[in-house]
């Protein structure tokens, strides 16, 4: 069984970068695609960012688009989201989550099997 360990949030001013990342530990997670979601006080969990197990392609959603990067290091087991000019709404839990033996990746939560404990990003303006 593999688990999911996110690190690097914290609190940043607006316009300025944090690089999110989840390690994987157990079994190899290279056959996993993965994503990112967060989850802001009050709303539902949204999707952010998700990456092929090869690492190959990658999608966003459209608020983060050309803010964020998701990239992932297999040998490493590793996966991260660099995030960019970062906004106040930005401020959220974020969340790492796999799909299991999935390849390709999904912007809707429910298709993910596995899920970490979750890093605060907060944001001040």
């Known amino acids: 069984q593999v688990q999911l360990v996110e690190s690097g949030g914290g609190l940043v001013q607006a316009g300025g970068s944090l690089r999110l990342s989840c390690a994987a530990s157990?079994?190899?997670?290279?056959?996993?695609?993965m994503g990112w979601f967060r989850q802001a006080p009050g709303k539902e969990r949204e999707f952010v960012a998700t990456?092929?197990?090869?690492?190959?392609?990658?999608y966003y959603a459209d608020s983060v688009k050309g803010r964020f990067t998701i990239s992932r290091d297999n040998g490493k087991n590793t996966v991260y989201l660099q995030m960019n000019s970062l906004k106040p709404e930005d401020t959220a839990v974020y969340y790492c989550?796999?799909?299991?033996?999935?390849?390709?990746?999904?912007?809707?939560?429910?298709?993910?099997?596995?899920w970490g404990q979750g890093t605060q990003v907060t944001v001040s303006s």
């Open positions: 989550a796999a799909r299991n033996r999935k390849v390709v990746g999904s912007t809707r939560s429910s298709e993910y099997d596995l």
């Open positions: 990456i092929t197990a090869s690492g190959g392609n990658t």
């Open positions: 157990g079994r190899t997670a290279y056959n996993y695609a």
